[in-house]
């Protein structure tokens, strides 16, 4: 640690008493435990205070040596869970947990992928001009608020509910962007823009394609955040179904099954049937569409909804369909994917024979509840429903 370094109590943290002269902290949403001297060191840094004058009130304080090791040693645990920060930095720690969208993994993999985000600036350059306001929604990292003024944008609204939103802030200062970009932090449907936008930009596509609500979040933008006549970025989305075999090994991993349960029971000697009967909470496997080319298909990919996104109506879907089977075999899932025009020359697509490692959706794969035995030239009838924000799909007859 620099001694000159400023250093100040972050202001979002909660302190609970614990047992056994330690504290609980809850800062960012986790937990950790310190030990009761952290009441002596916050009681220093309630103000902007350098290292070096830190450490000499501290010493100051202690009563002894180990005492002073004590305060020494959970300071430095305060800095670094980010309890004591600088004064800039005072409420900003990425995580990393993949499962949030606020943590570190999550955008390293969108801004790996340089398929999509290419794309999506290609398409930024061709539609946004000079005059335009334009709506980013969900900027994360700010990378396509940036391009949008890159792109001449007269000024560019960047929404983003996470604390994320503080270092894309810091981004378009960065790339001296902070006077055409301004960050407003919450949830699209939730925020009033001071004027209305020209355009509206936006990557909130989920692996199961309509799961991150880019419905009704869109459907609101066009109604209370949009000019009648505004170019949305996407325009449309198509979704997709792919009937296939999934291969057992990767059923096995994410659902109970005979053949899971029997070998259990061989090695433990228990009965694991009664996980048969217990019901998961939907039937999704989140897979990149790219490792699906060497699964067998039953049938070319089937355009199942094409979505306006400047025209939306219903939040939910229930489409009928059918195809017929081009080969003999077990047919026991569906990938779920999408196209996307983003604008009217510039296409994104998660075909598996299009995509490639950097895919950073897990594309969906729905697993049938009952696999089904196909031969040539059967047909087969289904419906795809998107409720209650995932989707499902069911055989209703084969022939």
Not at 87 to 105: C, E, H, L
Request: overall charge positive; glycine content about 4%.
């Amino acid at each position: 640690m620099n001694p000159e370094q400023i250093l100040q109590t972050n202001k979002r943290y909660e302190i609970i008493a614990s047992s056994r002269r330690q504290v609980k902290v809850i800062i960012n949403k986790k937990t950790y435990y310190l030990s009761d001297s952290i009441f002596s060191i916050l009681a220093v840094t309630t103000l902007p205070i350098s290292y070096n004058e830190i450490i000499q009130k501290l010493t100051t304080l202690s009563s002894s040596h180990s005492h002073w090791v004590q305060l020494t040693t959970t300071l430095n645990q305060a800095i670094n869970i980010g309890l004591i920060t600088s004064p800039d930095n005072s409420a900003i720690v990425i995580g990393t947990n993949s499962a949030n969208f606020d943590s570190a993994p999550v955008h390293i993999r969108m801004l790996n992928d340089k398929t999509r985000t290419l794309a999506y600036q290609k398409a930024i350059r061709e539609v946004v001009s000079e005059n335009d306001i334009v709506v980013d929604i969900g900027t994360g990292t700010g990378v396509l608020a940036i391009t949008a003024a890159q792109a001449g944008a007269k000024h560019v609204y960047a929404i983003e509910a996470t604390e994320l939103g503080k270092v894309a802030e810091r981004n378009f200062a960065k790339n001296r962007l902070n006077d055409k970009i301004t960050l407003l932090e919450g949830l699209s449907t939730e925020i009033h823009l001071p004027e209305k936008a020209s355009v509206l930009v936006s990557e909130i596509i989920g692996n199961d394609p309509l799961n991150e609500r880019i419905i009704p979040t869109t459907k609101d933008a066009c109604k209370r955040l949009l000019k009648p006549e505004a170019r949305l970025i996407p325009q449309t989305l198509e979704i997709y179904l792919l009937p296939l075999t999934v291969p057992t090994k990767l059923i096995n991993k994410y659902f109970f099954t005979k053949r899971t349960c029997s070998d259990w029971k061989n090695a433990y000697q228990i009965d694991f049937s009664e996980l048969l009967n217990t019901p998961t909470s939907n039937r999704l496997i989140e897979l990149g569409s790219h490792k699906c080319k060497d699964f067998p298909t039953f049938s070319e990919p089937l355009l199942i909804s094409k979505i306006v996104l400047s025209k939306i109506s219903n939040e939910t879907l229930s489409i009928q369909g059918s195809f017929k089977s081009q080969i003999d075999g077990v047919l026991n899932g569906f990938l779920i994917y999408f196209n996307s025009k983003l604008s009217p020359h510039t296409l994104l697509t998660l075909h598996p024979n299009e995509s490639d490692s950097r895919n950073n959706w897990g594309n969906s794969i729905y697993v049938l509840e009952s696999a089904q035995v196909l031969y040539t030239n059967q047909t087969v009838n289904f419906t795809y429903s998107f409720k209650n924000n995932q989707s499902s799909i069911v055989i209703t007859d084969n022939a």
